[in-house]
């Protein structure tokens, strides 16, 4: 009896052990791009989803999981997927930007994206990296800790995904097209949404808005996403203070407020503590907008935090409450927005090296510009010219006929050059008063290669060309060290001094003040095809872009994987 007892104390024993260091997981998903009829604003509009889910499909792996996602394109649009924020270590084949790192996924045709998470945590997305699609074509990707390893804080009850967007009455594509054609700032959108939802302040959509129940007492974990298109966003919950933990899959030093700003391609982790007299309370999200003289859609999105004891008596026939509507700052608010930003302080624990000696010192100029036109229907920018963009004065323009990774890869002459320049080609007063005889970038497909191992710092500085503005500036196959940020021009004696190596925030998209700077640090230990831009796709359109071609260390590990053999052809 004694062994048997003894066999069956030991083969649980052993169960547990396994369980507690199973090997990383691998999940398959089936990814159908297809067309959804959804109704919103009183109209029923088709649009491109995943699986006809809008938002589309939560990801929920761990770090050191593997992820196969099998695409399958059956709308009536090329389409590419991005991972954003996941860094794709020697896989920059699974990357997703289209003609940098792959062609699009024909219409009828598939591709399976195949990567692992290697050590991240926290709240990722992934969307459409193909022309506007990703204006509805997005979903959550919540990386938890391994097994076993505790999150920096008390562990949330549960996880609400919020992911904040952007909707147009009209068909996106058609959107697009009418500013490329024009040359003019496309029209804004008509609303925002939280998880597909415009909420109770919009015609026609208090049926769909998104209710998030709570216990009072209990403590959840936000996870919000700015998927929105072109717009930065302001979020709040009415009497809830937030305390956030964790930026683009980086946890930091947390602290509490009662606004955030969060910009496209950015996420904000937040604990709530369902601590006010049980309730309805609204979270609503609206603009920071700070182009002057530029339209933007000034409407505000709303979703109901609801106390669960509100919903039972709610459902016994009393009269439910009307939800508490927070303030939000103004739209222009850069105070509110400079505060919040500066307290956000990584967990040096979690982190790694700050790179301290610095192999590629760049500075690039960030920001719109003009091109001059002859006065027609294609030239409906301001006085008689067309919107461009440019990263040191170079528009980015994208290969069309294949990828510039495949270019790279297989030795393909004339589709890129190696000689985007390390500093910008002129030297002016960047956020004074510039002459318009700099406003007008060259275009080209221009890359800066780096020696794999580098260390690399960036100082990212906004012009005033055509107006500063708060740009969200995002590097794929990577996440960064934020050193320093300010206003004015970046100055090397006055600024370098203050820059923060202790526990500078980690990202992977960067808000860079508007009418000021950012510096950002990393190291070059990912070998790849990697873009940089703006996550205003407005903007990326407009040429906002350039690409890094990080070279190959030595042996496998520091070298690209092969292409798959279903890589898309264009
Ligand atoms: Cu989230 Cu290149 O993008």
Known sequence: MASVINLLAYLVLAAFLSFCFANAEIHHHQFVVQQTPVNRLCRTRSIITVNGQFPGPTLEVRDGDTLVINVINAARYNITLHWHGVRQMRTPWADGPEYVTQCPIQPGASYTYRFTIENQEGTLWWHAHSRWLRATVYGALIIYPKIGVPYPFVKPKHDIPILLGEWWNRDIISVMRQAIFTGAAPNVSDAYTINGEPGDLYPCSRKGVKKFIVKSGETVLLRIINAALNQELFFTVASHMLTVVGNDAAYNKPFTTRVIMIGPGQTTNVLLTANQPAGRYYMATRAYATAQNAAFDNTTATAILEYDSVSCSSKQGAPSTKPVLPPLPAFNDTNTVTAYTNQVRSLPSK??????????????????????????????????????????????????????????????????????????????????????????????TKLYKLKYGSTVQIVLQDTAIVSTEDHPVHLHGYHFYVVGQGFGNFNPGRDTPNFNLIDPPVRNTINVPVGGWAVIRFVADNPGVWLMHCHIDSHLGWGFAMSFLVENGHGKLQTIEAPPPDLPRC
């Not at 067309?386 to 990774?405: G, I, K, Q, W, Y």
Request: proline share 12%; charged share 10%; net charge positive.
């Open 351 to 444: 982190i790694g090296k700050v790179p301290v000696h610095i192999d590629e010192s760049l500075f690039f100029t960030v920001g719109l510009g003009l091109v001059n036109c002859i006065p027609g229907p294609r030239c409906q920018g301001p006085n008689n010219t067309r919107f461009a963009a440019s990263m040191n004065n170079v528009s980015f323009v994208l290969p069309r006929r294949t990828s510039l990774l495949q270019a790279y890869y297989q030795n393909i002459p004339g589709v890129f050059t190696t000689d985007f320049p390390p500093v910008p080609p002129t030297v002016f007063d960047y956020t004074g008063n510039v002459s318009r005889a700099l406003w007008q970038p060259s275009f080209g």
